[in-house]
């Protein structure tokens, strides 16, 4: 009774079912394994934010790239801001997701080289092409706490790095090609502002990244590996099934099938030859 198994549809379902069983499983893992980078990726962030500021001569330097251990890392810099060579960097949003600028203000440290500051986010002027009215940056000697930050790339952020920009305006925030512009040595990396607070609460600072959701990666993971162990139990299901209807067809002399084995659940009519007179 379970000759059907061979047919052409029943090779095709089953064969199928053995396809979709490794794949649902391996994509169960990929969603896995993205809940344990999100977990830890959150247990990073929460430890470098607990720790104590450090000044961050101590962790970059110029054409160094700031490694993902030290993403978010609290830092200090002491030093005087250079407004001459200050600029926006292009489509960048709000807590509230206005689209609008970062402010990268150029902080001359106490010898010499520069530190890359985002002092925030402003309002986008209604010319794109004009340098939007930026608050002005302290004056004097001031000491920067912030969160250390990696250069960062199309590759990473998604964002293209367009050319023929207006003046004074970039898409990616880039310690190399702040050296360029102002001619002086830059810290690898840049630092996110968190004080002193801005006066009047303009820049608005960027806010300090999630660390508390882990998303919904776990339970994808649990849905995949489901279905993966729902297959083989749908297929056991099918040809349960098709041999029930198949004695029930033999029973009362339906045939059971057709002669090469039949699709699942298919029905089969009996062919009588009718002898020529």
């Known amino acids: 009774m379970y000759r059907f198994l061979l047919s052409r549809q029943w090779v095709i379902l089953t064969l199928v079912a053995l396809v979709l069983i490794p794949v649902m499983t391996e994509l169960g893992f990929w969603q896995f394994h993205r809940h344990e980078r999100r977990v830890a990726q959150n247990a990073l962030i929460e430890e470098n934010l607990r720790a104590e500021p450090v000044p961050v001569e101590k962790l970059t330097s110029p054409g160094h790239t700031v490694p993902r251990a030290l993403y978010w890392r609290r830092v200090t810099a002491t030093g005087t801001f250079d407004t001459a060579h200050e600029v926006v960097v292009r489509r960048r949003t709000s807590a509230d997701d206005r689209v609008g600028f970062h402010v990268l203000s150029p902080l001359v440290l106490r010898d010499g ?66 050296a360029e512009l102002t001619g002086r040595e830059v810290l690898g990396g840049y630092v996110e502002q968190t004080g002193p607070a801005p006066a009047g609460g303009t820049p608005e600072q960027v806010p300090e990244p999630d660390h508390d959701s882990i998303g919904a990666h776990m339970a994808y993971a649990v849905q995949w590996w489901l279905f993966a162990a729902g297959v083989p139990v749908g297929w056991f299901v099918l040809v349960r099934r098709e041999k029930r209807d198949r004695e029930a067809a033999a029973a009362t002399g339906g045939g059971g099938g057709t002669g090469d084995g039949g699709a699942p659940g298919a029905g089969s009519t009996a062919i009588q030859a009718t002898p020529s007179v």
Request: no cysteine; charged share 25%; proline share 11%.
């Open 113 to 178: 080289r520069i530190v890359l500051v985002n002092r925030g986010w402003i309002p986008a002027a209604g010319d794109q092409r004009a340098y939007p009215p930026v608050p002005p940056a302290p004056r004097g000697e001031v000491t920067v706490t912030g969160r250390l930050k990696a250069d960062e790339t199309t590759g990473a952020s998604g964002i293209k790095d367009l050319k023929g920009l207006p003046d004074r305006q970039v898409m990616l925030i880039s310690s190399a090609q702040q």
